[in-house]
């Protein structure tokens, strides 16, 4: 993800209202690893700023989600998650916790059978390996 100066010169660009608010968010974005929800990011960004509504937070996710900055997902997690990471990868979900990571996997070319695509244009493709994470692996004592 670009700097958070950097999504303020965009988000202004782009013809949309810059506050201290949305500066706020892009500030907890920049180089979360942890895919958050909106819950997630409202959460720190009301600790700093207690006015700030949830609606504010949705608000700005899905512009910078419009305007190619983040990735909204959906991981079968209950919420929809957000990524800053806009590079081509792949992700791993605890079911146990519902952490989320990224991953990098050589995955081969594969053909798509014609037929069964009739009328379908693949425009991505993300891989989502489901299992455990460490600590939710670890025996209980």
Do not use: I, Q
């Given at each position: 993800m670009r700097s958070p100066s950097d999504l303020a010169d965009a988000f202004r660009s782009s013809g949309r209202k810059l506050t201290p608010q949305r500066e706020r968010i892009f500030r907890v974005l920049h180089d979360n690893p942890t895919h958050p929800t909106a819950e997630a990011v409202h959460a720190e960004v009301v600790a700093?700023?207690?006015?700030?509504?949830?609606?504010?937070?949705?608000?700005?996710?899905?512009?910078?989600?419009?305007?190619?900055?983040?990735v909204q997902l959906d991981l079968?997690?209950?919420?929809?998650?957000?990524?800053?990471?806009?590079?081509?990868?792949?992700?791993l979900v605890c079911d146990g916790c519902g952490r989320v990571q990224d991953v990098d996997l050589a995955v081969p070319a594969f053909e798509l059978d014609v037929d069964a695509a009739r009328g379908f244009h693949v425009d991505a493709t993300q891989i989502v390996l489901r299992g455990r994470c460490i600590t939710c692996s670890e025996p209980v004592a």
């Open positions: 700093d700023m207690p006015s700030v509504s949830l609606r504010t937070v949705y608000s700005t996710l899905h512009d910078l989600a419009e305007m190619g900055e983040l079968g997690t209950g919420s929809s998650r957000f990524d800053p990471n806009v590079s081509e990868h792949h992700h």
